[in-house]
DNA sequence: TGACAATGTGACCACCTGGTCTTACAATAT
DNA sequence: ATATTGTAAGACCAGGTGGTCACATTGTCA
């Protein structure tokens, strides 16, 4: 947690902190971003920087946290309702969410993508801590009660789908990424939304012609 | 490509460089990768270094060449007996030849993983060049002739299909070299087998419970 | 043996890094 | 008016970076 003297700056001046940072840590990974650009960015001295931050470690933590607090805040609405859906609708909503998301918020799914991507394990572990692995034990648990359910042939390796889930998941976030930012991606909404049906549609039919 | 210096060297000294400079830049991104650490290993000084190769970006894209032709060599056998198989036998085939290439060469699977993370658009480029998209490409070609065959539905999304599976591929290898390298791996055969055959049971049957 | 070219060497360069520390300033309390 | 406190500031530090260069060493041919 950064010191009281950074909650005792002005708005402004704080969020434009925060903003530099984003960008920084958004583009370089941990090692490589640096606190001299981020005090460029946001025109602060050196020197007050380190009375905010005890250190980079702790910046860093900082802004992925708020990150993380901003995905799980979009996303709870979602899951609040997954009990009343089949698990191909849970699938889709969650799809369709984090492309929204990705939309919405660049920013942070720029950070996620590269704290995905993060080499150094100190500064990984660090924002990790305890609560990691929730992607994975959502995604089986959902899978375990559509089994339960009969929705969904009970012979599915639970972790194989989570994972083929996942990397699907951040495939197409990167995806996304790879297409905004540059040219406009209004009116796409559409071609998206068919493209996740898609991926559905592969999962839950297989792609295997059926003998009719 | 290196200078002819670096090629009159006796083969130890020039092997010495190859591996010291693999190791870095699996362990660290361009950006972090050290040529003094790369030296410092390899036991030669700066000044040699810097009359095998003009620059950091010269041996990086080297070191990237020779892991991706050893790759190449290594599933050019398995492509070419792809005609006489079927979608599902070709799967099957290039996800154990990844994973065999993985156990096989770390060290070359690692340098591929640190290469899909990469930030520094300038290496990036550096080694791609022209033929990039090879994966998507071959997946897609590999479908679309199943298709013509009748072996896969005409309704199941080529492109949408292709992300999954190179999605799913490199997540399989992450997933392995995190599991490799540690510890053994030996007598994981099975259990490997069988993770693959999970998910391709997955992609070509589906998850929905059949009516039977 | 001597001359010449090729190669090895590490001190050195400018620049950048995360982090420190002394000084300067502003506001408040006495 | 003075002392105290909280903060802004940026010069400075040790250490690392990619890259250079003058010099030392070696090998080869005459």
Same mark, same amino acid.
């Given at each position: 947690?950064?010191?009281? +003297?950074?909650?005792?700056?002005?708005?402004?001046?704080?969020?434009?902190?925060?903003?530099?940072?984003?960008?920084?840590?958004?583009?370089?990974?941990?090692?490589?971003?640096?606190?001299?650009?981020?005090?460029?960015?946001?025109?602060? $001295? !050196?020197?007050?920087?380190?009375?905010?931050?005890?250190?980079?470690?702790?910046?860093?933590?900082?802004?992925?946290?708020?990150?993380?607090?901003?995905?799980?805040?979009?996303?709870?609405?979602?899951?609040?309702?997954?009990? +009343?859906? +089949?698990?191909?609708?849970?699938?889709?909503?969650?799809?369709?969410?984090?492309?929204?998301?990705?939309?919405?918020?660049? #920013?942070? $799914?720029?950070?996620?993508?590269?704290?995905? !991507?993060?080499?150094?394990?100190?500064? *990984?572990?660090?924002?990790? !801590?305890?609560?990691?692995?929730?992607?994975?034990?959502?995604?089986?648990?959902?899978?375990? *009660? $559509?089994?339960?359910?009969?929705?969904?042939?009970?012979?599915?390796?639970?972790?194989?789908?989570?994972?083929?889930? #996942?990397?699907?998941?951040?495939?197409?976030? *990167?995806?996304?990424?790879?297409?905004?930012?540059?040219?406009?991606?209004?009116?796409?909404?559409?071609?998206?939304?068919?493209?996740?049906?898609?991926?559905?549609?592969?999962?839950?039919?297989?792609?295997?012609?059926?003998? !009719?």
């Amino acid at each position: 947690m950064p010191q009281e +003297t950074f909650f005792n700056l002005p708005n402004d001046k704080r969020n434009l902190i925060i903003t530099a940072a984003m960008e920084e840590f958004s583009k370089s990974n941990y090692n490589s971003a640096s606190i001299n650009q981020i005090c460029k960015k946001s025109k602060i $001295a !050196k020197g007050s920087f380190y009375q905010y931050f005890t250190d980079k470690l702790e910046l860093y933590v900082y802004i992925m946290t708020l990150a993380i607090e901003e995905k799980i805040k979009f996303f709870s609405s979602a899951i609040a309702e997954f009990h +009343t859906l +089949t698990l191909f609708e849970q699938f889709r909503l969650l799809f369709l969410k984090g492309m929204e998301f990705a939309k919405m918020h660049p #920013q942070y $799914a720029a950070l996620g993508e590269q704290f995905s !991507k993060e080499n150094d394990g100190t500064a *990984k572990a660090a924002v990790i !801590k305890e609560g990691d692995k929730q992607a994975e034990a959502l995604f089986i648990q959902l899978i375990e *009660k $559509a089994k339960r359910r009969g929705e969904i042939d009970d012979y599915v390796d639970s972790f194989a789908l989570s994972l083929l889930l #996942q990397s699907l998941n951040s495939a197409v976030i *990167k995806y996304m990424l790879g297409q905004f930012g540059n040219d406009g991606y209004k009116n796409k909404e559409e071609e998206l939304n068919h493209f996740v049906d898609s991926l559905l549609s592969i999962i839950f039919n297989g792609i295997q012609k059926k003998i !009719k």
